[in-house]
């Protein structure tokens, strides 16, 4: 197994400390570090209070180039906010090439800099994932663009004359920094949409739809739901003549055949089951010539920081649920 030195930037964000979490225990993983300026010097805990005990270090106020630069594999990841790593990319280059480091370093960025950028591989892990293996240059799907394109890929082969997605998303998805919106006070008894029908991760989703040969006429309603964690997304469209619950279930079921972390349930699909995991459930139904697919998954989980070591993991040839076999700590 390839061991590797992983350096985190932007390590004191609900991201950065989601990665801490899966790394800290990963067998693949020797060395762990992580800046965050604002929190130099200061342990890990600080921020991510349930690392105590469990994961060493300090946030370092800047990178240690010269440091990555020893290590025979090393690792960036990046959950820095969006937009401030494509700001900082070239001098990051700069760094990088001074330190003969750029041709061997494995960079997975979380934000959205990069996702639409044809020289970084778009990272839906159960999407091709071929396309991760030996990957250098890795661009992390959204949430919700994980949860609609789980629900929408599988459709593509029909290409519906219409889709409508509304999906709900917990008060993490924003960020550690509160704002109007997110702060509890204002969202713990509320239910809301927002950025309706102008929403970032549409780009990616029709991005992603066209590459498998599908234009969808895609409609997404984002919703602020009142829990932290989660999203759960409902996708509605006309069926193919003749299909029934049961086909469409077996249909899903041969799409993600072996996809480890997709799984097809009864009824509907839980955000508490999927909390604090890997692991995105799904589940359809079908009535009078009408599909429903509905989606859970943990924004910070599949939807961000445990899509991003399976990228790893399929960047370095190794098994995508390496470090990655746990359950949801349900009920929440």
């Keep these: 197994m390839t061991m590797v030195d992983v350096l985190i ?8 400390g989601e990665l801490l979490r899966w790394l800290s225990t990963h067998p693949a993983v020797k060395s762990l570090r992580g800046t965050a300026r604002s929190h130099a010097g200061k342990p890990f805990h600080t921020q991510h209070p349930n690392l105590r005990g469990l994961v060493e270090g300090v946030f370092e106020a800047a990178p240690d180039w010269a440091a990555l630069a ?21 001098e990051i280059e700069a760094a990088g090439k001074a330190h003969g480091l ?16 044809p020289a970084w591989v778009y990272g839906l892990v159960d999407w091709r994932p071929e396309r991760m293996r030996g990957a250098k240059r890795i661009a992390n799907p959204g949430c919700f663009a994980t949860a609609m394109q789980l629900a929408l890929l599988p459709l593509a082969e029909w290409k519906p004359a219409f889709v409508a997605v509304t999906a709900a998303t917990g008060s993490s998805g924003s960020g550690a920094a509160a704002s109007e919106t997110t702060h509890h006070p204002t969202r713990a008894n509320d239910f809301r949409a927002y950025k309706v029908l102008g929403h970032q991760h549409e780009a990616e989703v029709l991005r992603t739809l066209a590459s498998a040969g599908w234009e969808a006429p895609l409609s997404f309603v984002p919703q602020s739901a009142p829990m932290v964690r989660g999203i759960f997304a409902t996708a509605q469209f006309p069926l193919p003549a003749g299909l029934d619950t049961a086909a469409l279930k077996a249909h899903f079921e041969t799409f993600y055949q072996g996809r480890f972390f997709v799984r097809m349930v009864d009824g509907s699909p839980r955000v508490a089951a999927t909390t604090g995991s890997a692991f995105a459930d799904l589940a359809v139904a079908a009535r009078h010539g009408h ?13 961000m920081a445990a899509q991003a070591v399976q990228n790893l993991n399929l960047a370095l040839g190794l098994p995508e649920w390496t470090g990655l076999k746990v359950p949801g700590t349900y009920p929440g």
């Design 9 to 16: 930037l932007g390590a004191s964000g609900y991201g950065g």
């Design 70 to 90: 020893q290590s025979e594999a090393p690792v960036l990841f990046s959950a820095l906010p969006h937009g401030e790593l494509g700001k900082l990319w070239p």
């Design 102 to 117: 750029m041709e061997r370093l494995l960079v997975i960025d979380l934000s959205a800099d990069f996702r639409l950028d």
């Design 291 to 303: 599909g429903v697919v509905m989606v859970a998954l943990d924004n910070l989980g599949k939807g």
